[in-house]
């Protein structure tokens, strides 16, 4: 949809500006790294009141909400720039409720996916949504390059008009009020609900584990070398190298993501992909120059779409339409629990153990969570997604 596209850009831009912005505004590795990473809390901390929402309200309106709160919001971290009053707290602050409207009405925009596609094309619809996020990555972070050039408040303006452009094309969506069959008697039960959901099945579990760790991992070397780079003196458009090669990487991954998914077992694109990425960050942390790291990092992102489609497809799929709110939500906030802890440990990383030794670090927590997923038995005998009518949680 134009509206998650645009949305989807808004993002790449503010998550392009806003360590660039943390660094000038404190002059620290170390402080940056915080105020990065209380907004990435946001990102989390509302993620399973949204789930709730998404399954008890209106998914349309929660959309329409998210776009009115994305101007202001955007437009305020613009306009305090501007005038020069911006400091590392109220960036902190501002951030944090950016990424708390995201993570609080964002379930809507997955859990109306199936109503728009179906059931049975929701591996492809998931695939493609890759495809989208990889090129948008691809342009996010050259054009917030640019744009941050200009004037670091131009790259949240421009976040700010991609919120109004999900806002209109919102509109020409259908209201979207979820099933209540099946559900229970308040906000709370249908939060527990899905908290029980998730943790009554072995897959579940061994698979948040799984890609926490990974989370916390990709996360944490993209954020060590963008920090770093910073540091380093490096221009707005040199750093947007790295946003490009994330997005490059991504993109050629996910034009071949469909005929992997429909013919490989699930369970070997989850366990190959995660050993793929670990062993591809060894070659980041021992990479000779910056673009080399930046090349093997691309390699390493190519498992990502199938890895990525193949866990959301296989959610979509096989969980009740009337708890696929909450339930992803609860999965996403428990694999992402431990991703507002990258750049802290990023910026403080490279103050104390340096360039390699923080990338070194966050390979370390990638092997972990490869290695947890191979000797996950559940994982690994996850059949192709032909076979998905099969798999029980």
């Not at 969506?173 to 069959?181: E, F, K, N, V």
């Not at 071949?256 to 793929?276: E, F, K, Q, Y």
């Not at 120059?289 to 489609?309: K, M, Q």
């Not at 990638?366 to 996950?376: G, P």
Request: glycine share 12%; with cysteine.
């Amino acid at each position: 949809m134009v509206g998650d596209t645009a949305a989807a850009f808004g993002t790449g831009l503010g998550y392009f500006a806003t360590p660039l912005v943390a660094v000038l505004v404190t002059g620290s590795a170390t402080e940056a790294g915080i105020v990065a990473a209380a907004a990435a809390v946001g990102g989390v901390v509302g993620l399973l009141p949204g789930g709730v929402l998404a399954d008890r309200f209106d998914r349309r309106a929660l959309r329409a909400w998210s776009a009115l709160l994305g101007v202001s919001l955007s437009g305020t971290i613009g306009v305090l720039l501007v005038l020069g009053v911006l400091t590392g707290s109220w960036l902190a602050v501002l951030g944090f409720a950016l990424q708390l409207r995201g993570s609080l009405l964002g379930p809507a925009s997955d859990a109306i996916l199936r109503s728009v596609v179906g059931k049975e094309r929701m591996s492809r619809a998931v695939v493609a949504n890759q495809a989208r996020d990889s090129a948008v990555s691809l342009v996010s972070g050259p054009v917030g390059g640019l744009l941050y050039a200009i004037a670091p408040a131009v790259p949240f303006v421009g976040q700010a008009l991609t919120s109004v452009a999900l806002w209109v094309s919102n509109r020409r969506l259908a209201p979207d009020r979820p099933s209540r069959d099946g559900a229970t008697a308040g906000a709370a039960a249908d939060f527990v609900a899905g908290l029980r959901f998730v943790g009554g099945s072995t897959l579940l579990r061994s698979g948040v584990v799984a890609f926490a760790l990974l989370n916390l991992a990709t996360n944490g070397v993209v954020m060590t070398l963008v920090l770093d780079l910073q540091l380093g003196g490096a221009s707005p458009q040199q750093i947007s190298v790295v946003t490009l090669a994330v997005g490059a990487g991504a993109l050629v991954g996910a034009l071949g993501a469909n005929p992997v998914i429909a013919r490989v077992p699930s369970g070997r694109i989850l366990t190959w992909g995660l050993v793929l990425i670990a062993v591809s960050m060894i070659g980041v942390s021992a990479a000779p120059s910056f673009p080399v790291a930046i090349a093997v990092f691309a390699v390493a992102l190519l498992a990502g779409p199938a890895v990525n489609a193949t866990v959301g497809g296989l959610m979509m799929y096989v969980i009740p339409e009337h708890m696929l709110g909450r339930v992803m939500s609860v999965l996403f906030f428990c694999t992402g629990l431990l991703t507002p802890l990258a750049p802290a440990i990023a910026g403080r990383g490279l103050d104390v153990l340096g360039y390699r030794g923080t990338l070194a670090a966050f390979v370390g927590v990638a092997t972990v969570a490869a290695a947890v997923a191979v000797l996950s038995r559940p994982l690994r005998r996850l059949p192709s997604a032909r076979h998905w009518d099969d798999v029980a949680l």
